[in-house]
DNA sequence: GCCTGATTCAAACGTACGTTTGAATGAAGG
DNA sequence: CCTTCATTCAAACGTACGTTTGAATCAGGC
């Protein structure tokens, strides 16, 4: 009955450590020290390190992305042939990946800041595979969310949602920063309060008049 | 008549492929390559790969810091005794920066992308030696952005520089991505277009209401 | 009890890294 | 001309990396 879980615990690792030090400082070495398994049993499970980078990313991204989905297409049963408010199209886009840092059986605070880091990573290897993760996503969005601000000009509206992307990614890789940055005023663990307040901001400059 | 300028040509090259790839995935030997010196020219002028990071922002941030602080203050020496409008303060904050990419001789496009790549870097050396660099900018500008939004909360305020500091890095980083995303639609080589569109939507932002 | 296939293991592979060394080079001063 | 000092250079240092290998171990089926 020793029932050892050396995939997932590779996994787990390979996860914390991605997310603390950036995947590209981080050595298969470290990991499988962390992980307390042999050396070569993450090529014979994921057969090499960009392969385990991958399948780190999609046991979260996969469910993640499904979340994001389920949330969309409910807010637009609820409304019928109405269009979605924007800020419930937002709250379904940001809210399951923030909402992230509140179940650690899906990783917890530790994968959600591992996909920040990943939008800002250079990597092109890591570029194309968060691309094809999102392109779904992506596709189903950027409607719903042109249809909730059906005045804005296409260009203000792409600026705006590069610049949403932005505040996602950093506040999801480094929302702890806040704390001490903020003198103790803001609080990260409080998720639905920071989803609130990114919601809020990223509303009001969606609605924001075009100059 | 040699007058060959290692150290410049170190700096140059080095800025560049520390943004294209990153400073953890550029080598020494790639730089030297580039910049065809030899390879313990880097040794010797600066002393370690983590020297020449830092003197490689330092080259472009000390300045760049300096014009933000000039034009703040122009601004409120035009403004007198009254407020600074948001807009004003936010155009003082992150024109400078995106301004970079018109400017060749200042690093241009590139370190551009170097800075905003390194608000993301989750190496604490690199995080420590940006602190340090923007501690002057953020004492200046944090009391200005606060009297100019003087009825939000102190924790909404925090929670919105944070997103700021996202969607400016983001931009930063990654601009030429919209040409893409957007169809064609954004063009990033407008620089004062791109500015504009970012003051925009963050001073939306932050004039949301708090909830 | 042995065979089979999947898994684990220690050891080594070749490569690339950041850094160091010590000699060669070149211009300037006495 | 010789010394001096800063700079450049080729070569090597030791270390760490991702990956591969081949034998050891283990479980379950016949």
Redesign the pocket.
């Known amino acids: 009955m020793?029932m050892?879980d050396?995939?997932g615990d590779i996994l787990n690792a390979a996860e914390r450590l991605f997310a603390a030090r950036g995947p590209h400082a981080?050595?298969?070495?470290?990991i499988i020290s962390s992980a307390k398994?042999?050396?070569?049993?993450?090529?014979?499970?994921f057969?090499?390190?960009?392969s385990l980078m991958q399948a780190v990313m999609s046991r979260r991204l996969v469910p993640l992305n499904a979340e994001r989905l389920a949330l969309l297409e409910e807010q637009e049963r609820a409304h019928g042939r109405r269009v979605v408010p924007l800020a419930k199209v937002l709250t379904a886009l940001v809210g399951p990946a923030l909402r992230l840092s509140r179940n650690p059986k899906k990783g917890g605070v530790v994968f959600m800041q591992l996909l920040g880091r990943c939008f800002m990573e250079p990597d092109p290897k890591i570029q194309a595979m968060l691309d094809q993760q999102l392109q779904e996503v992506a596709g189903r969005f950027i409607p719903a969310l042109q249809r909730a601000v059906p005045k804005l000009p296409e260009e203000d509206f792409f600026w705006r949602i590069h610049f949403l992307v932005g505040a996602m990614a950093h506040t999801m890789a480094d929302a702890e920063r806040l704390r001490t940055f903020s003198g103790g005023r803001c609080n990260p663990d409080d998720t639905e309060a920071m989803i609130d307040h990114l919601v809020n901001f990223l509303s009001a400059g969606f609605k924001a008049k075009s100059r």
């Open positions: 020793k050892k050396t995939k981080t050595s298969l070495r470290q398994v042999n050396l070569a049993a993450v090529h014979y499970h057969g090499s390190k960009e």
